[in-house]
Every structure is written in C-alpha cells, then in structure tokens.
C-alpha cells in the first residue's frame, strides 16, 4: 500500500523526518537522535525568529512575564491560576481529579504546541499533553503538575480520510465520536474505544481496546506515522523507517516521548456488526456469569463480549427501565451474519433475559454499546488483566460485586480479550496485514480484563475506595503479569504495565529527553 500524503501534514510541508537507526534493545542512537539528547544551545522553535534564552538568563524575569509572553506569541491561549476561565481550563473529564499546574496552555496550531515545550524546556518546567483527562488520576498523583504546564489540544480536533488507502489522520485532540462521523459514511471502521468522548491520541498511545480487537488487534498496531513535539521543541514525523526506535515507542509506551500533533492509522471494511445487550436482573449474576465465561472459551475471534454487573443511580436522564435499576448483562460484538450471530448467542439467550438488544447495526453505533456516560462525571476506578476466568474466578467477582455485596460501584466488568489481541498474534499477523512490526505493547497477555468504577460524590468516597479495593483483591489470585496503561487508574510502576521492555523504553526517554520535559500519566521513569 503506497503512504498516502494528507494536505497540511509534516509530509507535504517538507519537515524532515530523521532517519534513525533500526530498532533494537540497545538503542543504537542515530546522531540525529544523539543531537536532541546533547544539546544544550537556546531551545529554537522551527520556522520562527523567537529564541528562549538559557534558564539562567530569565530568574530576574518573573513567571507571569513569561506566561504573558508565550500568551502573546502563540495563537491559543495561555491561561494562570486565579484568571478567568483557569478552573474550565484545567479541569479533566473525570471530574474527581483536581489538576493543578502552573499554567494551562490551550493550542490553536501545532506551533503553539512547539513554542510551548520551547519555553518551558528554558524555565525547567514540564509539559503535559491532555486531550481529554479521562485517565488523568496518575497524572496528578504526588503532585505530577506542580512544576509542569497542562497542555490541552482539544481545540485540534481536524479529521483527514483517504477512503482508496484506508487512512485516516487526526490532530491531537481529535475524539472517537470525530473520528467514527468521517469515516462511516465511507463504509470504514477504525479500532475505536467505546466512548464517543474518548480522545484517539491517549487511547492509541496506551494501545487501544476495542470491540474488534479480538479480530483485528490493539490499535497501536495499526499507526502508520506519528507527528510529534519532541522535548528539544522540534516536530518530527516518525514511521517504520524514520526513528524507528522512537515510532516503536509511541505505539504502546504512552504519552512520555512527545506531544503528538497528529497521528495515521489504518481504518478496516466493516459497514456493519450484529450488537447489542443482554439483561438480567441481578441475583441471576452467578449463572448468567458463569455461563458467560464457559461461553467466551468456544466463540471465535468475531465475538468480542463484556460480562457486566450494573447499578444504575436513580437519574431522570436515564430511561425509566434503567434508572433506580440493577443488572447483570453481556454485551457482544459480533462480525458475522445475523443469523450465525443467532447461533452464537443461542446459548446466553437459552438463559432467558428480561431484555435482549442485539441487532444488525452500522458498525458507527458500537460508540454507544458500552453505555458510557455521555459528559465528564467525578470516576473513581480501576482495572487489572486476568490470565484465565475460572468458575472460582468468576465466583470470586460475583461475591465481590454481585447482589450480595453491597457493592458501591456502577460499574463492575470482565472484558473477553484474547484472540488478535495477544503479542504473540500481533507479530506473526503483521506480515499478512502488510502492517509496521508491533511497538512497545504489542498486544496484552491476558486473556481478560477486570475493571470497576463508581460515581465519586460527596460522602461516597469510603465506600468506593472498599467497594474497588475488595473486588480486585478477590480477583488476584488471578491476575496476569502485567497491567495495560489504559485501564491503570492510579499510579503503577512503569515495570508493571511495560515488564521488561520497560529497560528500552527508559533508555529512550533518558536519551531524548533527560530531564523529563515531556509528562505522561504513567511515566516510564515511575
């Protein structure tokens, strides 16, 4: 497949991509690479006059002066505490994380992005990328955004698709919902989260789960070039031939290597799906569950599924039937003929459900399957990777969050993964696919996903932090060797969500930006 070339994109604008060096374990840097490590001039910003001068040089210039500046030079907006507008400006979609930095920048252009890192490299502060802040807990932990400016890219939110090549690409801030608007009418998919409001960015950096991902992989996969800020402040656009080592990263490694101003992916020939949820009421969570796992053995890689304890708090936007209501249910994703879905699902549906939602859809409606809240709400949650879901596993979850319980959680799931989204999948279908060799997590070595979550309100906070704590010390005795970043909620350390790869991803990170410039919700470095 020849690389498409997007109007606007690095590519056609003629910035030069390094060449690097093949990747591998030692990181054999190119002297390109070597040169952002090692310099130590003013930080210049491409294409512009404007040079920071030495941290030195600015300590009789107060940090306000500097933030006006930096105001007055870019096309977005910088906002400081206690100005108008600064509490909307810092505030992440799970509203229970307080953000705090020392300022909030809100870019235009890419090179608002540029002159950001500039400026901030020169004073010793951080930059720290944010589309959206659905996974912004670990961010702020140990006061992460003390020395550090917020980053916002929501403003980019720009959508390009070559429906001849299957690419589409996105600026940083672009959401699931932006994406799936433009390439469904083209009769395309991408590997999208279950959220309309979920950023494509953050989710791709830290691998990306989606509900095709049993059958075609985690989206990181299928990044074809990734443009970014790096902390020197120089854009860079990166690929299977140019940096490579640095392309390996971003796929998988999370958002510690640079700000991505825009990102290629491949996008897939699904129209349509066979989807929908299956409910119970929730004292049949025992054999509904069980029946469920039996189930997910045997079912190809077509079906993707989530079996699903739901608490429902009285709310007058939910839909009577909802709202004040408890649930087990399993939802499903099903690549097949409505009728081979029908023989598929015929095991659940013998266990009678109240209410059975499944139909032939346009594959865009998968974005509401998951019944994701549709604006920021105050979360508090958290995920761990299973290697199998035994009865005594699937008992373990029930006891923790099933009728009996007293569970204070809203949500409380099992994600079937397995299939195409195994490392050892990943690799061997790359060829085939004609798609880059796998970056820094391939695939996840688990063949589930535990994630609970509740709605943090006042006074709810104790009751919460039980309710998780008990489910995921009951399902432990279970839990695979590693985390996957996207569902690690609180802090980990970088060994447990990257395990040994962690060592290459390090000597990266301390390669072109040793004095951690660029911030990430889960910094190699932890």
Partial sequence: MSNPVFPGSAASAGIAASPGTAASPDIAASPDITAVASSAGPATIPGSTDEYPPLGELQTASLREELTRLDDLIAG???????????????????????????????????????????????????????????????????????????????????????????????????????????????????????????????????????????????????????????????????????????WAVRGGGGDFGIVTAMEFRLFPIAEIVAGTLFWPLDRSEDVLQA??????????????????LRFPPMPELPPFLSGKSFVVVEAAIQESPERADELLAPLRALGPDMDSVHP???????????????????????????????????????????????????AEIRHVGGAATPDAAYASAPERQAPEPGAVAGLDAEYLVFGVGIAIPGS????????????????????????????????????IFGDRVHRLRALKRLIDPTRVIRSNHPVSR
Avoid at 184 to 205: C, E, I, K, N, Q
Avoid at 292 to 309: C, L
Avoid at 470 to 477: A, G, N, Y
């Fill in 361 to 411: 859809q346009p594959v865009a409606e998968l974005l509401q399957l998951h019944m994701d809240p549709p604006a920021p709400v105050p979360g508090y949650g958290d995920g761990m990777l299973l290697r199998e879901l035994s009865p005594a596993a699937v008992r373990a979850f029930v006891d923790a969050v099933g009728p009996d319980s007293d569970c204070a959680l809203l949500s």
């Fill in 461 to 496: 906070g104790d009751a919460l932090a039980a309710s998780l704590g008990r489910l995921l010390s009951r399902v432990e005795p279970w839990r695979a060797r590693l985390d996957y970043l996207n569902f690690a909620e609180h802090e980990r350390s970088a060994e447990r």
């Fill in 292 to 309: 469920w796992a039996e189930w997910t053995a045997s079912v190809p890689d077509s079906v993707k599924s989530v079996g699903r304890v």
């Fill in 77 to 247: 907006r910088v906002f400081s505490p206690g100005e108008p507008g600064w509490d909307e400006a810092r505030t992440a979609w799970n509203l229970a994380v307080d953000q705090r930095p020392v300022a909030v920048v809100i870019p235009e252009h890419v090179d608002d992005i540029a002159h950001t890192v500039a400026m901030a490299r020169a004073l010793g502060l951080g930059v720290a990328p944010q589309g959206t802040g659905h996974n912004a807990g670990p961010l702020v932990a140990e006061n992460g955004l003390a020395d550090a400016i917020l980053l916002r890219t929501s403003q980019l939110r720009g959508v390009q698709v070559d429906a001849d090549q299957r690419v589409a690409r996105v600026e940083p801030g672009a959401l699931w919902g932006d994406v799936v608007a433009a390439v469904s009418p083209h009769g395309l998919a991408a590997l999208a989260g279950s959220s309309h409001d979920v950023g494509v960015v953050g989710y791709t950096l830290g691998g990306g789960l989606s509900w095709l991902a049993r059958s075609h992989g985690l989206a990181a996969n299928q990044v074809l070039a990734v443009e970014l800020v790096t902390a020197d402040g120089q854009q860079r656009r990166v690929d299977a031939e140019h940096d490579p080592e640095l392309f």
